[in-house]
Structure formats: C-alpha cells, structure tokens
C-alpha cells in the first residue's frame, strides 16, 4: 500500500481559501485513482472529490461542487484540493485515499480506497 501524507489544513474565516495537498511515499501515484473525504465530529466521513488514474475525470459532493477543485501533479506525485469559498460547515478533518485502479473510472465509496492517509483538519469560523 502506497503511504498518503496530507497538508495544508488550517484556522480560516468563511470565504476563504485553502489548498490541500496529498503526497505519497514510497510509491507513485500514477497507479492510482484518488479521493477526497472529510469528517466533522459525530459524523460519518463523507466523500468530497474524486480524480481518475490519469486525471481524465473527476467528480464532486453536491455540498463543494463549484467550489472545490481536486488535481493531480505526477511529476510532483501530489494530488491537491483547492478549496474556495469556505464555509463553516466545510469544518472537518480532511483524508485522501487511494486505489489501484487503471481506469476512467472515479471513485465515491470510503469503502472503495484501501490507503488512507492520517488527515489534515480544516476549520473555518464565521
């Protein structure tokens, strides 16, 4: 299993932006499909973004479509999230995820990745 380190989370005011990164040890990510997820407390971790092995396709949450954008960097073997716009309710702690997987195909089920990175907390105040 490829080894996920997060970063780029922090303390920001609602309308603001933050870009996260995930960058993988040991391993390349060209062999993978990527996600985004995050989990507020007392809730169940939720999917928010998905990019396909090669980046052709991504998908979105209906709460961050328009505002998120997820990416993939293979010379930087780095996958990002830009956040725009934050609001309070995007509050959580943010995971990415990885699965081998050499297709088009994008991935929104925790139960679909098998390597998790340990998670990057965003918080936004009002």
């Known amino acids: 299993q490829v080894q996920l380190i997060e970063s780029g989370g922090g303390l920001v005011q609602a309308g603001d932006s933050l870009r996260l990164s995930c960058a993988a040890s040991g391993r390349t990510l060209s062999d993978y499909a990527m996600g985004w997820f995050r989990q507020a407390p007392g809730k169940e971790r939720e999917f928010v973004a998905a990019i396909s092995w090669r980046g052709g396709r991504t998908d979105y949450a209906d709460s961050v479509k328009g505002r998120f954008t997820i990416s993939r960097d293979s010379i930087k073997n780095t996958v990002y999230l830009q956040m725009n716009s934050l609001k309070p309710e995007d509050t959580a702690v943010y995971y990415c995820?990885?699965?081998?997987?050499?297709?088009?195909?994008?991935?929104?089920?925790?139960?679909?990745?098998?390597?998790w990175g340990q998670g990057t907390q965003v918080t936004v105040s009002s």
């Open positions: 995820a990885a699965k081998t997987a050499k297709t088009t195909v994008t991935y929104t089920t925790t139960f679909a990745y098998a390597s």
